[in-house]
């Protein structure tokens, strides 16, 4: 599924940058996503989060403990 269509961006891609640890705003710089017309910004930042904070929810209990 195509996030900007604007950038042909698909979602996998803009997943797998935000499961790399990249934020919105790095990932739109890399990719130009959302640099257009600007009307898929909403959902791609949403996407981004998603996966962030999946990736909080699924961090061991330790690490969490330790950088608290
Ligand atoms: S759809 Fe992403 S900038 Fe237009």
Not at 17 to 42: D, M, V
Request: hydrophobic share 40%; charged share 20%.
């Amino acid at each position: 599924m195509y996030v900007c269509i604007c950038n042909r961006l698909k979602e996998d891609l803009i997943r797998s940058l935000a499961e790399q640890g990249l934020g919105f705003e790095e990932i739109q710089a890399i990719t130009g996503c959302s640099s257009t017309c600007g009307s898929c910004r909403t959902f791609a930042e949403e996407l981004v989060l998603s996966v962030q904070i999946r990736a909080h929810q699924v961090m061991p209990l330790r690490v969490v403990a330790s950088t608290a």
